[in-house]
């Protein structure tokens, strides 16, 4: 166990419908990624925040996502009418963020999303 | 056991031997790279890191090997057992932005044969 929780592990949901990932990472970690993994894939960057604010998002975040992080601890991310290739495995990562600091992200144990 | 090339999606060894993951990445300009270790289901593992200013790094059991001269990076295992079974992920860290992202290799799965 990281420390990194998320809910829920598991999601089956029929496309077109919206859906709500969790995320509550380490809690002196000022920094919270979001990951996407497919099968037999690594995981891909999809959007970043320091704190509360969302400093930068990957092309691979199409508009049908959103996410945030309201007060700087846990955040979410929303899928809006999902399509089957949105399914995959979404992760949440967390660091400490401190000028010559440690690097290391910290995984939790992922949502794995799908899509009908 | 030793992976060759740029990348093998399979190692096989035997317990106790020692096994070399290999790994190619990709930005000259990356400056930070890490290991992680992925369990079937589960999220990566953070098994050991390394800054681009070092060659060589030990941890328990594992050492990482960074040649920035051929954008390389080794990871070894000594000793395998049957617990080091998973997947294994390189990363990098682009420092552009100074967002701290990690780029993601393809990863390499290893068996160990009892």
């Known amino acids: 166990d990281t420390g990194v929780s998320q809910d829920p592990r598991h999601k089956i949901t029929k496309r077109g419908q919206n859906v709500t990932f969790r995320c509550d990472p380490i809690s002196e970690h000022n920094r919270l990624y979001w990951y996407r993994q497919t099968l037999g894939q690594g995981p891909e960057f999809l959007t970043y925040?320091?704190?509360?604010?969302?400093?930068?998002k990957s092309r691979l975040l199409s508009d049908r996502f959103s996410a945030e992080r309201p007060k700087g601890s846990f955040s979410t991310l929303e899928i809006q009418r999902t399509e089957q290739g949105d399914s995959a495995m979404y992760l949440c990562?967390?660091?400490?963020?401190?000028?010559?600091?440690?690097?290391?992200?910290?995984f939790g144990p992922g949502t794995r999303l799908l899509v009908l | 056991g030793e992976s060759v090339g740029l990348h093998l999606p399979t190692l096989s060894v035997q317990e106790g031997d020692n096994s070399i993951i290999n790994c190619a990445y990709s930005?000259?300009?990356?400056?930070?790279f890490i290991w992680y270790k992925q369990e079937s289901g589960k999220g990566p593992q953070f098994i050991i890191d390394?800054?681009?200013?070092?060659d060589k790094r030990q941890g328990q059991r594992v050492t990482v090997l960074l040649n920035k001269t051929v954008k390389h990076l080794s990871l070894q295992i000594a000793a395998t057992q049957p617990g080091d079974s998973a997947v294994y992920f390189c990363a990098e860290n682009v420092r552009s932005g100074n967002t701290g992202k990690l780029i993601f290799g393809q990863g390499t799965t290893l068996q160990v044969k009892p």
């Open positions: 930005n000259s300009a990356s400056d930070y």
């Open positions: 925040f320091q704190n509360e604010a969302q400093l930068e």
């Open positions: 390394i800054r681009s200013n070092m």
């Open positions: 990562a967390s660091r400490l963020g401190v000028a010559g600091g440690p690097e290391t992200q910290y």
